[in-house]
Each structure stands twice: as structure tokens, then as C-alpha cells.
């Protein structure tokens, strides 16, 4: 169900404010398949975390990266232990050269037994 989680927080001038967070508790089938880039803009590197469900560990998840003309750059494949699987990658292309500063596209594809997925991602800005 729907549930939702408020903070509160001060600083030493004693000044507060407060944030909500909500979110959504579901079994593992309704969890919504997801992926992030944990530093974005990058400078050196950066990892990819995708959420998946626990039906597809076992499988394979695939990580691409994307110009933004659609030409594949990089991609990485990877047994699925967890259902978080993370990668991290060095902002290079398949041949180990340092992409250039600019804007690509991540994703990633999922083979499981339960067929394949794609997992749409977003942008990746490296500067």
C-alpha cells in the first residue's frame, strides 16, 4: 500500500525544515523495474543500479550505453545475483577509449526464464 515518511531536520541556528518521501509497499511482482546512474553528471566513472524482480535472479541483465544518435558505445553483460544488480563503469567505450564529454543513453535488457525485458533507463551526462 501507499505509505509515506516525513523529516523534519534543524540546523545549529536552530532554523528546521521538513521533507516528505513517499512510496509504495508491494510484493516483489509489483515492484516496478528500474535503473540509475549513481554519479550523473560523471567525471571519471560512475555505477548503474537496476532494480529488478526476484524472478530474474538467475538470469542475465545486459547494460548498454547509448550516443544520442542511437550508436552503441558500450555494453556490459552479468549474471543476476541480487535484485538490485549494479555495475560500475568507467565512462570508457567497448574498445577502452574515454568517451568524450556529452550526453548518452543508458539502459539495460534482462534475459531471465521468464523471458526478455528491457529496462528503460536515462540520460548520462558526462563532463
Known amino acids: 500500500g501507499s505509505h509515506s515518511l516525513s523529516f523534519r531536520v534543524w540546523d545549529h541556528n536552530n532554523n528546521s525544515t521538513t521533507s516528505t ?18 554519479i550523473n553528471p560523471a567525471r ?19 547494460f548498454e550505453v547509448y550516443t544520442t544518435t542511437g550508436q552503441k558505445v558500450w555494453t556490459d553483460v552479468q549474471k543476476i545475483h541480487t535484485s538490485h544488480p549494479t555495475l560500475q563503469w568507467n565512462l570508457t567505450s567497448n574498445s577502452n577509449i ?24 536515462e540520460r548520462l551526462i558526462i563532463i
Open 98 to 121: 574515454p568517451l568524450p564529454k556529452g550526453i548518452y543513453i543508458f539502459r539495460a535488457k534482462i534475459e531471465s526464464q521468464n523471458g526478455s525485458e528491457e529496462i528503460d533507463g
Open 21 to 38: 518521501l513517499d512510496f509504495i509497499v508491494g510484493s516483489d511482482e509489483q515492484l516496478k523495474k528500474s535503473l540509475c546512474a549513481t
Open 44 to 62: 571519471s566513472f560512475t555505477q548503474f543500479v537496476a532494480n529488478v524482480s526476484e524472478s530474474h535472479i538467475g538470469g542475465t541483465i545486459t
